[in-house]
């Protein structure tokens, strides 16, 4: 899945990354049930505590682990997460991508178009471009009136909206085979029936609004937006990548950029490279030259904003 220019870039970069396999699946596995134990326990302490407070500061936690969560359904997608296929597919089907109403089947097929067509008109993101919301730099207003339009839960309901009366919002069938297909969606179908029938049964409906849904149409669309205008949007046609790396700090990473999921250069030099390893690989990488002049690094969300605004 690297395009022909990032697979020039390889070569001329000649990084050795013997240093980058995998050695066991525990980094997933902790990944996967740490994000999890985190929901669960700010589920835990709001309804123990029984204090609005607790339950408002709750909200940003569990959707940055909803970024979490997405993002180790995106590693899936490369078959970053698991060394066996199998367990890495249902894993990431069962524990990541249903639980936030996606299909690691249609995101992985869509994503390495991504990567292999970027910045051309094959590039599934490259219709947001015409859209004024991904026109940057922008006015410091119109951006910080989106993000608040994101906070508020009004843009997921007009997103949600403006796609089911769309023409173009046909679902891409990332299976040839229809028996194969339909017995995929059969148990897609059958886990959201699970799923609300012991919502129903144990009545948990409104805890699942309250520590779900809410957080999923507010903080996590804000999170979202964060993420996708950051690695391909706001940067100078001088940056060779067209892409952006990010410097966090701690507090950054896990509200908004957990699993090392900023340093988006990097990934897309080095696709197989699975995700605890990229920090070290952004490490060697800002040694070499050639990334260092083609590559954008930016500092802290702060940097990011200044990017993508101007007064």
């Given at each position: 899945?690297?395009?022909?220019?990032?697979?020039?870039?390889?070569?001329?970069?000649?990084?050795d990354l013997s240093g980058?396999?995998?050695?066991?699946?525990?980094?997933?596995?902790?990944?996967?049930?740490?994000?999890?134990?985190?929901?669960?326990?700010?589920?835990?302490?709001?309804?123990?505590?029984?204090?609005?407070?607790?339950?408002?500061?709750?909200?940003?936690?569990?959707?940055?682990?909803?970024?979490?969560?997405?993002?180790?359904?995106?590693?899936?997608g490369h078959n970053n997460?698991?060394?066996?296929?199998?367990?890495?597919?249902?894993?990431?089907?069962?524990?990541?991508?249903?639980?936030?109403?996606?299909?690691?089947?249609?995101?992985?097929?869509?994503?390495?178009?991504?990567?292999?067509?970027?910045?051309?008109?094959?590039?599934?993101?490259?219709?947001?471009?015409?859209?004024?919301?991904?026109?940057?730099?922008?006015?410091?207003?119109?951006?910080?009136?989106?993000?608040?339009?994101?906070?508020?839960?009004?843009?997921?309901?007009?997103?949600?909206?403006?796609?089911?009366?769309?023409?173009?919002?046909?679902?891409?069938?990332?299976?040839?085979?229809?028996?194969?297909?339909?017995?995929?969606?059969?148990?897609?179908t059958g886990y959201y029936?699970?799923?609300?029938?012991?919502?129903?049964?144990?009545?948990?409906?409104?805890?699942?609004?309250?520590?779900?849904?809410?957080?999923?149409?507010?903080?996590?669309?804000?999170?979202?937006?964060?993420?996708?205008?950051?690695?391909?949007?706001?940067?100078?046609?001088?940056?060779?990548?067209?892409?952006?790396?990010?410097?966090?700090?701690?507090?950054?990473?896990?509200?908004?950029?957990?699993?090392?999921?900023?340093?988006?250069?990097?990934?897309?030099?080095?696709?197989?490279?699975?995700?605890?390893?990229?920090?070290?690989?952004?490490?060697?990488?800002?040694?070499?030259?050639?990334?260092?002049?083609?590559?954008?690094?930016?500092?802290?969300?702060?940097?990011?904003?200044?990017?993508?605004?101007?007064?």
């Open positions: 899945m690297v395009n022909v220019y990032f697979s020039n870039l390889r070569k001329l970069i000649c990084l980058f396999e995998r050695k066991n699946d525990w980094p997933s596995i902790v990944a996967v049930a740490g994000d999890w134990l985190i929901v669960g326990s700010c589920i835990s302490l709001s309804v123990y505590t029984g204090s609005w407070l607790i339950y408002l500061l709750s909200i940003p936690v569990i959707s940055g682990r909803m970024m979490a969560l997405g993002f180790l359904m995106h590693e899936a997460l698991f060394k066996n296929r199998w367990f890495n597919r249902w894993v990431s089907e069962l524990f990541l991508a249903w639980p936030l109403f996606l299909s690691m089947r249609k995101y992985r097929s869509v994503h390495a178009k991504h990567h292999k067509y970027l910045k051309t008109e094959r590039d599934t993101e490259a219709p947001l471009s015409q859209y004024k919301e991904y026109q940057f730099p922008q006015k410091k207003a119109l951006w910080y009136g989106m993000l608040l339009l994101d906070l508020s839960g009004i843009h997921f309901f007009y997103y949600a909206f403006k796609k089911l009366s769309s023409r173009q919002s046909k679902a891409i069938n990332p299976i040839s085979a229809p028996v194969l297909n339909a017995f995929y969606k059969a148990l897609r029936l699970l799923l609300f029938s012991n919502l129903v049964y144990f009545d948990l409906w409104w805890e699942y609004v309250l520590f779900w849904i809410i957080p999923y149409v507010t903080w996590f669309q804000l999170v979202v937006r964060l993420q996708v205008c950051s690695e391909h949007f706001g940067l100078p046609h001088s940056v060779g990548y067209q892409t952006r790396s990010l410097v966090l700090n701690r507090v950054e990473k896990f509200f908004f950029f957990p699993h090392n999921k900023h340093y988006h250069t990097e990934h897309h030099i080095y696709p197989e490279v699975y995700f605890a390893r990229l920090e070290s690989l952004h490490r060697m990488l800002i040694k070499e030259p050639v990334y260092a002049a083609n590559t954008q690094v930016t500092y802290g969300i702060s940097g990011l904003f200044k990017e993508l605004t101007y007064d």
